[in-house]
């Protein structure tokens, strides 16, 4: 359960106590008929919010996949030039020397991967137009069949992707707080229309015993596992990987990590336990779209987390 759920279900206890002994009870104007109302667009808000969170997810990958592949080309295409030229011929010598620039640079991350790619398009383009300049000419330096061209592309498509993935995640984040920001004024509600309850409970022995249905605490339920993110990957590229919120873990809960594959599975019935450095769940097949959410249970109960979806591409 969702802290807004959590607010959602004390909405509609107040509701129905007001219901059965006070139903003209108002608050400035404001009738019990509110709760049910604030409770139904909550319900608008977190499907919203699963929404941008989707979107996010999906850019997110683009974003990881875009890099992996310039990841990719920067460390073989080096490599294949090696094997082309000859160094000892002083020509060649010299071309392979353009590539030190490039070994420089470890491509850790995107911004790295960049680098080196610019690197190696400077070093490959004049690598290409001496072997084009050979009689007879000789190919292009590729691997595994993609070369020159395919970084160049993949180098200026990733910016885009990039800004992208930022994009979705400031709309993720508008839609928690939007979600999180009518789930506080709902419980400021709940908690004015408690409190009137309470002033009628002085004189109404029914309205006193009735209290007792609304849920007024927290009951310590353990707090959420938060997910940063889901990526496509393993050595397969068909599992999802997925890494937790700093600091969300907690140690002395039950925390697991459930997930369903929509039009295979009725309910979250996969489980595996939480590991606090990541979990790599699959494999997947490409076509399927997955659904998983955090568990997180104590004595006094459990917590879900939002639900994250990704659809599973080629690998």
Do not use: C
């Amino acid at each position: 359960m969702e802290y807004h759920q959590t607010i959602q279900n004390r909405a509609a206890e107040t509701a129905a106590v007001i219901n059965q002994f006070i139903p003209a009870l108002s608050i400035g104007g404001v009738t019990s008929a509110a709760l049910p109302t604030a409770s139904a667009e909550i319900d608008t808000l977190a499907q919203l919010r699963d929404d941008a969170l989707a979107a996010f997810d999906a850019a997110n990958n683009a974003e990881n996949h875009g890099f992996l592949a310039i990841q990719s080309l920067t460390l073989a295409l080096p490599q294949a030039a090696e094997g082309d030229l000859d160094d000892n011929l002083p020509a060649e010598s010299a071309l392979l020397d353009l590539l030190s620039p490039v070994y420089s640079v470890t491509p850790r991350t995107t911004e790295l991967a960049l680098e080196r790619g610019k690197k190696l398009v400077s070093a490959l383009t004049r690598i290409n137009a001496y072997l084009a300049g050979l009689t007879p000419a000789r190919a292009p330096i590729t691997s595994g069949g993609k070369g020159l061209a395919q970084l160049t592309a993949a180098l200026a498509a990733q910016p885009g992707l990039g800004q992208t993935e930022q994009d979705r995640a400031a709309d993720a984040t508008a839609a928690r707080i939007t979600l999180r920001t009518s789930a506080t004024a709902l419980d400021r509600l709940n908690k004015r229309f408690y409190a009137r309850l309470q002033s009628e409970a002085r004189t109404n022995p029914a309205v006193a015993g009735a209290l007792g249905q609304i849920t007024t605490e927290s009951a310590n339920l353990p707090g959420t596992l938060g997910i940063r993110s889901i990526l496509q990957g393993g050595t397969d590229g068909l599992h999802l990987l997925v890494s937790y919120d700093n600091g969300s873990f907690d140690g002395s809960a039950t925390n697991t990590v459930e997930w369903q594959i929509e039009g295979m599975d009725t309910s979250f019935s996969h489980t595996t336990p939480a590991d606090p450095s990541g979990n790599a769940i699959g494999p997947f097949t490409a076509g399927q779209t997955v659904k998983l959410r955090t568990r997180v249970s104590n004595g006094n109960g459990t917590t879900t987390g939002s639900i994250r979806t990704l659809a599973i591409t080629a690998a």
